[in-house]
């Protein structure tokens, strides 16, 4: 048993003896086994750099243009910057809409059928950047990140010719319409059926960086291709000291507003087919008469359509040739569209207009003198004023000042004792020649 015993007490010290290494480097492992298993993870996806969308993008059309008009982009969508950019792609296509069923927009199925109209380099270096919007994009070149662009699109016949748009359809959509059209019974309307409604030209933007990479596409802007009013007729310009007055005639097609029916014993009735809008007007400056042609970036007059035919310009300037046009804004299928410019109308307005005559004329009599004093003319191109005297009774004034004074006072000293005297006082102008106001309110004083 001892022998035993001891044998047991033996192999127990051996298996201590060949364990002991093991506690020294027990923290080490768990150390290894906890970054092996749970710091490591799942491999983290690379990361995407990607240019913010377009923004502000907009499309108008004047007649057969288009003008297009967006800011490029200056950051990443996130929110780094400089974009990681390279150029901006303007895309386009037109179709014919259909308003029984309109189709699905799915950006891959649109970009298969449209037309890249433009594609803008975007210069990336690191110099002083051009201040202002770019203009026109045939004479940039290359735009800068954060600036504003505008192009232009000829709507030529080629380009108004409605493309297919294709859209998928799920199986499961298909056999629905099977059905519908097999079993759904073939009823007569009761109404008309909708008008046609003209083509339709849609504009979206993207960026891309330098690896090819897209952006989200910017807002989606229609234009229609439906024909809008011909030119207005006829503009003349008319004008006072303040305000020049334009005014035209409509043109043979101009739509005409519908006269709502009086409240009182008329039923209320909707139309059986929806009526068109009235044609309003865009008031446009041009450069000179030798041109009908609008800025690259039009901008009108008016800050909303205006309803009648005409339109007051305030601020006049005298010897500043001024020119206008006037375009036809139509709203056809919920878009508006603006038509060819009238014939330029020009004027250069000319200061024939006389300031108001002086107010306030006073005259007071002292020992050796008649002190007059009077009110300031209210006009801003006022240059001075022309005292006149004559002698009572029933005299015929004469200027007592051979140039206009700028004071708005005067002494008169050569006088005869006890003679009456009548004054009045004119007021002038700067234009040239000068325009001379009518005489104030005469006043009378004795001399002493």
């Not at 110099?127 to 070149?141: F, K, M, Q, R």
């Not at 809008?228 to 043109?251: D, F, G, K, Q």
């Not at 005409?256 to 008329?266: F, H, R, Y």
């Not at 008469?289 to 300037?317: F, H, M």
């Amino acid at each position: 048993m001892v022998a035993a015993g001891g044998t047991a007490a033996f192999v127990m010290n051996r298996i201590s003896a060949d364990l002991s290494w093991l506690s020294k480097v027990a923290p080490l492992l768990i150390i290894v086994a906890a970054l092996g298993c749970g710091m490591r993870g799942a491999p983290l996806a690379p990361l995407m750099i990607v240019p913010d969308a377009v923004a502000s993008f907009e499309a108008r059309r004047l007649d057969d243009e288009v003008h297009i008009r967006f800011d490029i982009p200056s950051a990443n969508t996130d929110g780094t910057s400089p974009a990681d950019l390279e150029r901006v792609e303007v895309y386009a296509v037109t179709t014919q809409p259909d308003v029984t069923r309109p189709a699905p927009f799915v950006l891959e199925e649109w970009l298969g059928s449209a037309t890249l109209i433009e594609s803008i380099a975007i210069d990336n270096s690191t110099g002083e950047s051009t201040d202002g919007p770019l203009e026109s994009v045939t004479e940039i070149g290359r735009a800068r990140q954060g600036q504003e662009v505008s192009l232009i699109e000829v709507l030529t016949p080629d380009v108004r010719v409605p493309v297919p748009v294709e859209t998928r359809l799920s199986d499961e959509g298909a056999e629905e319409d099977q059905l519908e059209s097999a079993d759904a019974p073939v009823v007569a309307p009761l109404i008309s059926p909708p008008l046609p409604v003209p083509p339709r030209r849609t504009y979206l933007a993207l960026a891309v960086s330098t690896r090819g990479r897209e952006s989200a596409a910017s807002r989606r802007v229609a234009i229609t291709l439906g024909s809008p009013a011909s030119a207005p007729r006829l503009p003349t310009v008319t004008y006072t000291e303040s305000e020049l007055l334009l005014e035209w005639s409509a043109p043979l097609a101009a739509r005409l507003p519908v006269q709502e029916p009086s409240a009182d014993g008329v039923l209320v009735s909707r139309p059986i087919v929806e009526l068109s809008a009235a044609t309003t007007y865009a008031v446009y400056v041009v450069e000179s008469d030798a041109t009908v042609d609008v800025p690259e970036r039009p901008t009108p007059l008016n800050a909303v359509p205006i309803t009648g035919t005409s339109y007051l310009d305030t601020g006049v300037t005298f010897g500043e040739r001024r020119c206008y046009v006037v375009r036809a804004l139509d709203t056809i299928d919920s878009l508006e569209v603006e038509g060819p410019p009238s014939a330029p109308a020009c004027v250069v307005p000319v200061d024939t207009f006389a300031p108001q005559a002086p107010g306030g004329l006073v005259a007071v009599a002292s020992a050796d003198a008649i002190n007059l004093v009077w009110d300031p003319g209210s006009e801003p191109d006022i240059s001075g004023y022309l005292v006149l005297r004559g002698t009572a009774p029933g005299a015929t004034l004469e200027r007592l000042t051979p140039e206009p004074i700028e004071e708005t006072t005067f002494r008169d000293a050569d006088l005869e004792a006890d003679q009456v005297y009548v004054y009045a006082v004119q007021a002038v102008d700067n234009a040239a020649p000068p325009n001379v106001s009518p005489p104030s309110v005469e006043v009378t004083e004795r001399a002493r």
